[in-house]
């Protein structure tokens, strides 16, 4: 029970300050003299993904092997990723049909948001290094290599050929 308690706080007090944005400068007593200081430019990560949505092409994640890479990939213990995630579990996708895949990966920016990040110095989108980085260090979760491992190659692979894209289509995402 107090388990259950202390759950129920926490995510209810993550719910509460994940919406707060006044985080940065301008305390008192400071250079300022207690005028709060500008915060670094906002960047508009859904715009931008909604942007790279339209440049992911069916065609791009099959030659990277997306597909094949990600249903097959398993854990240092042995455990198919596919087994937890093939419909989407935890807000990442890992599945062996091809077309529910890419629509996941192509229409929902918490998906896009796994597999890539935007970097906010250029603004451009990146492979999402920390989220799996996140996955491997969470209590519960097996271990795998969030490094170098057949779903990172393939990944990289679908990246450079979605940057690459000079033909984008309309945005595809839907969220």
Request: hydrophobic content about 40%.
């Given at each position: 029970m107090?388990?259950?308690v ?13 919406g707060i ?6 305390g008192s007593?400071?250079?300022d003299?207690?005028?709060r ?13 909604r942007?790279?949505?339209g ?10 092997n ?7 990939l398993?854990?240092?213990d ?6 937890c ?50 996955a491997?260090?969470?209590v519960?979760h ?34």
């Amino acid at each position: 029970m107090r388990l259950a308690v202390a759950l129920i706080t926490t995510l209810s007090l993550a719910g509460c300050l994940g919406g707060i944005d006044d985080l940065g400068g301008g305390g008192s007593g400071g250079p300022d003299g207690g005028m709060r200081q500008p915060d670094a430019k906002a960047i508009d990560t859904k715009a931008i993904f909604r942007q790279w949505s339209g440049c992911m092409t069916l065609a791009n994640f099959q030659a990277a092997n997306m597909t094949a890479a990600w249903s097959t990939l398993v854990t240092n213990d042995g455990k198919q990723c596919m087994n937890c995630h093939d419909q989407g579990e935890y807000n990442f996708i890992a599945s062996d049909d091809e077309t529910a895949y890419f629509a996941g990966l192509s229409q929902h920016s918490y998906f896009i948001a796994m597999y890539f990040s935007v970097d906010p110095q250029t603004e451009k989108v990146i492979v999402n290094t920390s989220s799996f980085k996140g996955a491997n260090s969470t209590v519960g979760h097996p271990r795998f290599n969030p490094d170098m491992n057949q779903g990172i190659t393939a990944l990289t692979t679908f990246f450079t050929s979605t940057a690459a894209n000079t033909a984008c289509g309309a945005p595809t995402m839907i969220d």
